[in-house]
């Protein structure tokens, strides 16, 4: 009726393997790194970052170098951390952007590099920088301009010389 001391010592190995294979596997799919690759940190302060969030890539020339590792707030600005890959050199002339890639709208930060020959180190902040592109902000100003346009044509209508011209007679 009890089971052997030999099955009881496979059922927990099969038990102890399944556990570590959910282990990996929710560390390799939640992308969480336990040992961070070697790098440096720089900071780059935008008016929006509007979805960005830690995590997120940071990409040269479309490679990624290095993610972003905080958020946060300074002088009433946005103000992120990037961890920057080592051997990734990132002079004081370029330009951080918040790019979206992809119909869903993925956020990342793209650094353009500038013709400066100072290299930055940890610790240093991008000054050039390109806040996020809003959609719903993009939509809002579409609106409102197309309405003020709508406006200036009435206000065509009630113009001095229109006033003055006689309406044409209808023909018979």
Do not use: W
Not at 62 to 75: F, L, R, T
């Amino acid at each position: 009726m009890y089971a052997s001391r030999t099955t009881q010592f496979i059922v927990g190995i099969f038990a102890l393997l399944g556990i570590a294979a959910l282990v990996i596997l929710s560390v390799s799919l939640g992308k969480i790194s336990l040992f961070p690759p070697p790098g440096y940190t720089l900071f780059a302060s935008f008016d929006n970052i509007s979805g960005l969030k830690t995590g997120d890539q940071v990409q040269l020339a479309g490679v990624q170098v290095g993610k972003v590792v905080d958020i946060g707030i300074k002088d009433y600005r946005a103000r992120i951390a990037m961890r920057i890959n080592q051997g990734v050199s990132i002079d004081e002339d370029a330009i951080a952007a918040c790019k979206t890639s992809g119909l869903i709208g993925d956020k990342y930060v793209s650094i353009q590099l500038g013709p400066s020959d100072h290299v930055l180190a940890t610790g240093d902040t991008l000054r050039q920088t390109e806040s996020c592109f809003v959609l719903e902000d993009a939509i809002g100003q579409l609106i409102n301009s197309s309405g003020s346009s709508g406006d200036k044509d009435k206000d065509k209508d009630k113009s001095p010389s229109s006033e003055n011209q006689t309406p044409a007679k209808p023909e018979k």
